[in-house]
């Protein structure tokens, strides 16, 4: 052939593997599986008639393995398997472990030297062959593989447009597990229970998923998009949140909390919050309704306040004074603890303290509690072993959220240790004694006893001015000055 001549041979076959080149860029773009664009590439890539065999290889959906998904031609190459990350291996054919391990395109001039006998090249004649890697952000995900005839020549431009066809294949391989995995994700969203949405820079909704518009009551997520998210709260507590989550969200980059929700028909609901701040300025919010589960605890609650005054009536069967003693501090330390501003589940504890503080009576014989007159020492002790007993015996083994036993066994416990069983002072004093051993003063000297008279409204007011910082909690001594000083606790 004359130099001429093979020129324009050459310049042929590059134009027709251009032309397979612009062939497999339109397949990356209609391609929804890495099997269907490797078959369609191979299909376009021996169209160029320049190959006798033509593999393409692809790193499984896993990441962990290479191996053979299409091939076209005359051998089936499909018998091959990469590990990543790829390692010198013996086993694999020399051009494989090349193209492979080194990420190196690998021109072959003589297959039956180079590899002596691999699957590749293993039917006799001596052929050429081009192993391309393909790389996507220099990370290996495949192999091109082509063989020619020995009479056929290859030279740079080829080589570098099948180096193109890698590339091209590389980034077809990514979009397609890209949208594969973009797909799963909206799925995953779409199918979540808890609402999930995506904010912009100025805080309005430019994503919700299914559950987050349904938690609110709204039939679509499109009714939402573009909205600010204070269109799902009342106006206060769209303020809380601003003033408690979103500061803490641009400080810390997240917060979580419970908020109140506003549904589109205008009723609220309980929820759980989870703010992240976004790398762009928008940011992702996560809701969850938890009106369930509020419930749940609130009957847990209840039953935690029927089981206590199941006990209390216990022991009002014998002992109805103290019963009634009982739930009178149980209801004036929750009023004194709203007075102080205390929450719905403090309050609550307080109020179980008071129904329980005085159990320990039940172990005291009857005759003694209600002896009228002077009682001799060994009475008296036994009398003041009640908190004790009351704790021990019955409730140290309990497990209230609220430290009840604890009430219990030191309500008689004064801030100058004067009080009793441990002789307790100051700071011993957790802030529920305090309260409970005030009102428990407060409510048994307001009422009549058998053995004695209830105290006159001065003789209590003086009590409480003289134990006022020495005895008793000077916040709580002050609530309870006033309520017998305006006349709002009974007497008899
Ligand atoms: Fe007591
Ligand atoms: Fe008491």
Redesign the pocket.
Known sequence: MVGGEEKEIGLERLNSLRKAVRKINQLIVRSSATKELARSACAALIETRGYMDIAISFRDQGGSTISPVAHRGRHDRRNWEVELPPEEDDSLPRCVEQAVCHKRQVLIENTVDYCQGCFHCRHGKAHRSVLTPLTYKEKLVGVLFVCLRSERSIDEGELELLKEVGDDLALGWSNILVEKQNRRRSIAMESAVDGIAILNEEEEYVYLNGAHAQIYGYDSSEELVGKNWKVLYEEEEAERIEREGMSDLYRRGYWRGEATGLRKDGTTFPQEVALTALEDGGLICVVRDITERERTARQLQQSFVELAETTSRVLGVRDPYTQQHEQRVAELAREVGERMELDEEELLGLYLGGML??IGKIAIPETILTKPGELSDIEWDMIRS??RRGHDEILEETDFPWPVAEMTLH??ERLDGSGYPDGLEGEELSFEVRVIGAC?VVEAMSTRRPYRAARSKERVLDVLGEGRGIKFDPQVTDILFKMVEQGEIEFD
């Open positions: 503080h005085d009640h908190p309500h008689h428990d």
